[in-house]
T-cell receptor, first 112, second 113 residues
C-alpha cells in the first residue's frame, strides 16, 4: 500500500531558528515528491516539486532534499519567521499519471 | 487572480439533509478534484474529473456524487448527510494528469450534526 509518513507530528521553535521536517514514503513507482504549506483555514500551497533525478531544490528559505534510494525527503526551513507557522504536507505521486498520496502533515509553530 | 474558488466556506447540516459544494476555477484547467481532510490524516481523494462531462471515483467516494457540466465548475453533492461526513473539503485543479499547475481552493468546513 502506498504510504507517506511525516515526522515529527508537531514542532515548536523560536523565531530565527532553523528546523527540518522529515518525510518517508513507500509509493512506487515514484514520479515526483511535493512539499506544500497549509496555513490555518486555507488550502495547501506548493513549495517545491522534486523528480527522481533531483536531490535538492530551494524556494527562498525553504530547501527540500530527496533521497530516492532510501525513499526519504526533508524540508529545511532557515531563519524561521512567525509566518512560517503552518502545516507542512509531503505529497508523493506514483508514475506520471498516478494519484497523489498525502502525508498527514507536520504542524510547525514559530514563537517570538 | 481568483484561481480556485469554493463556496460556501462554512456549513452546518442536520443528518439526512442534502447540499452541494461548488468549485470554480478560472485557469482553464482540464482536471479537477475533490478531497476531504480529517484531523491526523492526509487528504483523501473523493472524486475527480479529467474533463468536461467526465467524472471518476477516487479513494473515498461513498456518500458523494459529482458533476462537471462546465469545464470551469466541479460540484460535489451530499444526498443524505451523515456525521461521518463532517470534514474540511478541498477542491483542486490541474492543467494535466501529470499535476502541472496543481492548485487548491481554500476549503469548505462542513459539520453534520
Amino acid at each position: 500500500k502506498n504510504q507517506v509518513e511525516q515526522s515529527p507530528q508537531s514542532l515548536i521553535i523560536l523565531e530565527g531558528k532553523n528546523c527540518t521536517l522529515q518525510c518517508n514514503y513507500t509509493v512506487s513507482p515514484f514520479s515526483n515528491l511535493r512539499w506544500y504549506k497549509q496555513d490555518t483555514g486555507r488550502g495547501p500551497v506548493s513549495l517545491t516539486i522534486m523528480t527522481f533525478s533531483e536531490n535538492t531544490k530551494s524556494n527562498g528559505r525553504y530547501t527540500a532534499t530527496l533521497d530516492a534510494d532510501t525513499k526519504q525527503s526533508s524540508l529545511h526551513i532557515t531563519a524561521s519567521q512567525l509566518s512560517d507557522s503552518a502545516s507542512y504536507i509531503c505529497v508523493v505521486r506514483a508514475t506520471s499519471y498516478g494519484k497523489l498520496t498525502f502525508g498527514q502533515g507536520t504542524i510547525l509553530t514559530v514563537h517570538p | 487572480n481568483a484561481g480556485v474558488t469554493q463556496t460556501p466556506k462554512f456549513r452546518v447540516l442536520k443528518t439526512g439533509q442534502s447540499m452541494t459544494l461548488l468549485c470554480a476555477q478560472d485557469m482553464n484547467h482540464e482536471y479537477m478534484y475533490w478531497y476531504r481532510q480529517d484531523p491526523g490524516m492526509g487528504l483523501r481523494l473523493i472524486h475527480y474529473s479529467v474533463g468536461e462531462g467526465t467524472t471518476a471515483k477516487g479513494e473515498v467516494p461513498d456518500g458523494y456524487n459529482v458533476s462537471r457540466l462546465k469545464k470551469q465548475n466541479f460540484l460535489l453533492g451530499l444526498e443524505s448527510a451523515a456525521p461521518s461526513q463532517t470534514s474540511v473539503y478541498f477542491c483542486a485543479s490541474s492543467y494535466s494528469g501529470t499535476g502541472s499547475g496543481y492548485t487548491f481552493g481554500s476549503g469548505t468546513r462542513l459539520t453534520v450534526v
